[in-house]
């Protein structure tokens, strides 16, 4: 994989360059990889399908009805939680006391229709060696529809859900801290995909190879942060907007 020159932003490369490591002579590669971990919403299947629209506007509507107050007071709730919990039901749970299960039930019944079949990314997963899991703040739920309407759920060994994780989400170590325990990954031999820079801090740090999969086509406080980078802070070690072809880039020895 050639390196991309540290003086390029990455988010200003020719169309043609869809897949690339983003720091010169940056060692972290993939030889040693035996486990592909993937987060799920906007990683494996395109963020142009924006199913978050859906699972935001289920939120709001549901802390509404739950707590009993106006849309708009549920909405403000919503997003003052996830910004000092991480994700609004960790909130709901610490602050209210709010059952887990009834809330990602109503959240994640949503739309599939804008999830395309993917038999490229099917195939390019199931050419990675080792093993496979995705890793989501999502449902189990959740996940086997939207990576069974992607055709690539019998890629995957298992799905490591905020259920798996006690509710303990993503970006808080002790995530995936469970994930490793409870999957028995070696993270020197693990490589992470995550739309979320800050959710790749955490593997950084235990020693996996990380890689953004990023977009333009949703609306996110870290997408000004990205725009802003002039080289991706050391946690990121690669970094793409065509996770297909950069799964068809990576050499393996």
Not at 107 to 123: F, M, N, Q, S, Y
Request: proline fraction near 8%; include cysteine.
């Amino acid at each position: 994989m050639s390196s991309q020159s540290p003086k390029r932003d990455p988010l200003e490369t020719p169309a043609a360059i869809k897949a690339h490591a983003v720091r010169e002579g940056f060692p972290r590669g993939f030889d040693d990889t035996q486990i592909w971990v993937f987060d799920l919403d906007n990683t494996l299947y395109p963020a142009e399908c924006n199913l978050f629209a859906q699972v935001d506007q289920r939120m709001g509507a549901f802390i509404a009805k739950e707590l009993g107050i106006p849309f708009a007071q549920a909405r403000h709730l919503q997003k003052a939680y996830y910004r000092q919990f991480g994700t609004t039901l960790s909130g709901l749970m610490q602050v209210h006391k709010l059952s887990p299960e009834p809330f990602l039930h109503y959240v994640h019944d949503i739309d599939l229709t804008c999830v395309p079949e993917l038999p490229e990314l099917r195939a390019a997963i199931g050419k990675l060696p080792g093993r496979k899991l995705i890793f989501t703040n999502g449902s189990r739920r959740h996940a086997e529809r939207v990576a069974g309407k992607l055709g690539v759920l019998e890629e995957f060994e298992d799905i490591c859900s905020i259920e798996t994780c006690d509710f303990v989400p993503k970006p808080e170590a002790e995530a995936f801290d469970r994930m490793v325990k409870r999957h028995g990954v070696s993270p020197e031999n693990a490589a992470m995909f995550e739309d979320m820079p800050h959710n790749l801090e955490a593997p950084h740090v235990l020693g996996m190879t990380t890689v953004l999969v990023h977009s333009d086509c949703y609306d996110h406080p870290v997408r000004s942060k990205i725009k802003g980078w002039s080289q991706p802070p050391e946690h990121v070690h690669h970094i793409t907007d065509d996770l297909i072809a950069f799964l068809k880039t990576i050499k393996l020895t």
